[in-house]
């Protein structure tokens, strides 16, 4: 069996978000980046699944040399290969072209990623890649079973879950608590460093969008204290001035 | 010339934000279809957005379209496009609308934003505000595709009545097949507010010790008819149901009101709250990070302050 986890290069959590040249640009001094956090879920997913059925583990990423150490490290968590197509990300359906590019002549079982990037959000490469193939895509994934040539999954609607069956291949978008996010090893650090990691032109794509200036959310004006003995006085705010209940 | 809006329905209840979603359609092409799918719908609810905005309702109830089968509706979207020469598509960004919205995309070789803060500026070209690092910033982008798929977020118009009831037709769409999901079990939270949707939320953290002390949360979210929320290490502990867990990894949030109990407020709780428009916070830490991103706060004991707060409320009303 063959599973591909598509993993994004994100900052993590904690950064602080700024923009420099004119707000054209985002500011990555100081800023470490991280597998992101969804991903990390389904590359955690995918490798209980190798040791479940000895499956092989590819993990790709689309950006330039700088997200090599980020596919290392999902190479040390335990994916078998790893595959950068060299481009600048900018936008859902240029990653998604590019993954289908690739995936096209691979025939992957089951294609894993996270339910959404946590840099730009868009939450649609998943859906993107599996019209590109024609294959099912289903997100957010809480579980997943393989059972046979099928998969049976939970799968987050708003205001509850379903449980899915869905035939191989697929693609899910996965989160919490579909696996426990793995912390690298010694030993997988060390073969990591010899595991393979292949580099893929990725230009020559059409563009459907054109990113522009970014800007940041207006800042709180400050908070107003209230003394907790005269609590109706929040009462008051909440009803006259922010005009809430 | 006209627009196309896809609708999703709870519990026989159309959507907020699909009603926003019309809203956001009608001013953009005065001709705005607003398109169901599935048996989820309940017809004189659908009929309803004609307040919001939609000049017409066409329903396709088949249950086909129940299992969640993206390409599927995608295909029938599509169609309903083609069919009314309709270039955009605008729904609500959702765990399932964003997946529908990828599908049209690609079906229709359209531009795709999801996430779309604001009304788009059509002086040059047609610019979307995106909001991106999980509410932390913003960017615009350009939709250069003839055809363009817009999934906006909620709150991305105030919408006011602009039009009124109207009757919705059926149609039957042309696509092959049943669809390749099965579903096999749907378990509903029952009698909740549906969290991405509320108007008002109250949330608790680590601050309340256990479980047994969310009593005092239900009751204030009750009188408030709000919905109830949690920190993650909250969900984490399974003091409380994982979907209940708001953050950068949880639910996002746009509430009027967003109330924190005993939330520290580290930079991940946040970012999923930040789009709140007004933020109380009650905690016992004078230095608690959250209070910088308050409107209102109470520095004191949440055992004490809450129910004080309930009792207030409760004369108000």
Known sequence: MKILVCISHVPDTTSRINFIDNNQKFDTSGVQFIIGPYDDYALAKAVDLKEETGATVTVLNVGRAETEPTLRKALAIGADNAVRIDADPLDSIQVATLISNYAKGESFDMILMGRESIDYNGGVVHGLL????????????????????SAEMTREIEGGKEQVEVAMPFIAGCQEPIAEWKIPNMRGIMTARSKPLDVIDGSAVDMHSDAGEYSLPKTKSGVKLIDPENIGELVNLLKNEAKVI | MSIVVFVESSDKKVKKT????????????????????????????????GKWGATDVLLDSANKFDSGDLSLSASAISEVMKTKNAKILVLATS?????????????????????????PDTSSGFVVKRSIFT?????????TNENKVIAIKKNAV????????????????????????????????????????????VSAG???????????????????????????????????PHHEHVGQ?????????????GISGAIQHLAGVNSSKTIVVINKDPEAPFFKEAD???????????????????ANN
């Open chain 2, 135 to 143: 509410g932390k910033a913003f960017q615009n982008v350009n939709l």
């Open chain 2, 18 to 49: 699909s009603m926003e979603a019309v809203f956001y359609a009608s001013k953009i092409d005065n001709n705005v279809i607003a398109v169901a799918l599935g048996s989820a719908h309940d017809e004189s609810q659908l009929g309803e957005l």
């Open chain 2, 158 to 201: 105030d919408v006011v009545e602009n039009g009124s009831v109207i009757n919705i037709s059926s149609f039957s769409a042309e696509v092959d097949g049943e669809g390749k999901i099965k579903v096999k079990d749907v378990d509903m939270i029952q009698g909740d507010i549906l969290l991405p949707e509320a108007e008002r939320v």
């Open chain 1, 130 to 149: 599996g019209e590109m193939l024609n294959i099912t895509s289903i997100s957010p994934v809480m579980t997943l079973k393989l059972n046979g040539g």
């Open chain 2, 95 to 119: 765990p399932f609308g964003s997946g529908l919205a990828a599908c049209v995309a690609v079906q229709l070789n359209a531009s795709l934003a999801t996430n779309v803060a604001e009304l």
């Open chain 2, 296 to 314: 209102y706060g109470i520095v004191g004991d949440a055992f004490e302050v809450v129910p004080k707060l309930i009792e207030a409320l409760k």
């Open chain 2, 206 to 240: 680590r601050g309340l010790k256990g479980p047994e002390n969310w009593g005092m949360v239900e009751e204030l979210a009750s009188v408030l008819k709000a919905a109830t929320a949690c920190s993650k290490p909250v969900s984490d502990m399974d003091w409380r």
């Open chain 2, 249 to 261: 990894t949880g639910i996002k949030v746009s509430p009027q009101l967003y109330i924190a109990i």
